[in-house]
């Protein structure tokens, strides 16, 4: 876990990266080349789903579908460049980001694209791991597991229902509502470190040093925020 003054340097980051923001965004990231464009159905087994997004909703969720679909869609029409980008590397990762590589584009006409990115996994496949990195998100995981899900958010909210709770949860949050909904018999063990951050459960909880207990304490759920909200909920 990261000390208190560490995750205070990700707030005063946070605070300069939305400078920026209020003016254009930088699109970059590695190997562009190796991506494609647009809606895809993936074929081929998928262990990991990585996604980067910007501005707008992401759903992950069973469908009964044989390949993992992703999707996306926006309240404009989506030229080449204002297209998600998705590849699958070597290590069966599947790879999603916002829009075309290099490009710049103003906040103004990301909040007008509001875009929604859906991606439906085959049902009852499970994932290795899940990570998001979203920035004016509002990220919904509906019943998908996965061993490990690993979140950053900044102004965003996360919500996920777990009927089987991954073996461990890690998020760093800068303005973000988490909302895990869990069965009344989940075992979890959360240490949470922050700044202005508040935690309601649901469920009973207990206190190991500066650690919630619920249940037999299982699955590992370690959260680092900056004016966040953790709620536990029953599903």
């Given at each position: 876990?990261?000390?208190?003054?560490?995750?205070?340097?990700?707030?005063?980051?946070?605070?300069?990266?939305?400078?920026?923001?209020?003016?254009?965004?930088?699109?970059?990231?590695q190997h562009p080349d190796r991506y494609s464009v647009g809606d895809a159905t993936i074929e081929q087994p998928i262990s990991d789903i990585s996604v980067d997004w910007f501005s707008g909703d992401i759903d992950i969720l069973y469908s009964d579908n044989p390949g993992v679909c992703i999707?996306?869609?926006?309240?404009?029409?989506?030229?080449?460049?204002?297209?998600?980008?998705?590849?699958?590397?070597?290590?069966?990762?599947?790879?999603?980001?916002?829009?075309?590589?290099?490009?710049?584009?103003?906040?103004?006409?990301?909040?007008?694209?509001?875009?929604?990115?859906?991606?439906?996994?085959?049902?009852?496949?499970?994932?290795?791991?899940?990570?998001?990195?979203?920035?004016?998100?509002?990220?919904?995981?509906?019943?998908?597991?996965?061993?490990?899900?690993?979140?950053?958010?900044?102004?965003?909210?996360?919500?996920?229902?777990?009927?089987?709770?991954?073996?461990?949860?890690?998020?760093?949050?800068?303005?973000?509502?988490?909302?895990?909904?869990?069965?009344?018999?989940?075992?979890?063990?959360?240490?949470?470190?922050?700044?202005?951050?508040?935690?309601?459960?649901?469920?009973?909880?207990?206190?190991?040093?500066?650690?919630?207990?619920?249940?037999?304490?299982?699955?590992?759920?370690?959260?680092?925020?900056?004016?966040?909200?953790?709620?536990?909920?029953?599903?």
């Amino acid at each position: 876990m990261k000390t208190t003054r560490t995750i205070l340097a990700v707030a005063i980051a946070t605070l300069m990266v939305s400078c920026r923001y209020n003016g254009n965004v930088e699109f970059g990231y590695q190997h562009p080349d190796r991506y494609s464009v647009g809606d895809a159905t993936i074929e081929q087994p998928i262990s990991d789903i990585s996604v980067d997004w910007f501005s707008g909703d992401i759903d992950i969720l069973y469908s009964d579908n044989p390949g993992v679909c992703i999707c996306e869609k926006a309240d404009t029409t989506l030229n080449d460049t204002l297209s998600m980008r998705h590849y699958v590397d070597e290590d069966g990762t599947l790879n999603i980001q916002f829009c075309k590589n290099g490009i710049t584009l103003s906040t103004k006409k990301l909040k007008k694209l509001k875009k929604r990115l859906v991606i439906e996994v085959p049902r009852g496949r499970g994932l290795d791991e899940i990570e998001i990195d979203g920035v004016n998100t509002n990220v919904t995981i509906d019943s998908v597991l996965s061993r490990e899900m690993n979140v950053d958010g900044v102004n965003a909210t996360f919500k996920a229902f777990y009927p089987t709770l991954p073996e461990e949860i890690n998020i760093d949050a800068v303005n973000t509502t988490l909302n895990l909904h869990v069965p009344p018999t989940a075992g979890m063990t959360i240490e949470l470190e922050g700044v202005n951050t508040e935690f309601r459960s649901e469920l009973p909880t207990g206190k190991c040093g500066n650690k919630t207990i619920l249940g037999d304490g299982k699955c590992e759920v370690n959260i680092d925020a900056v004016n966040g909200n953790l709620n536990i909920k029953t599903l």
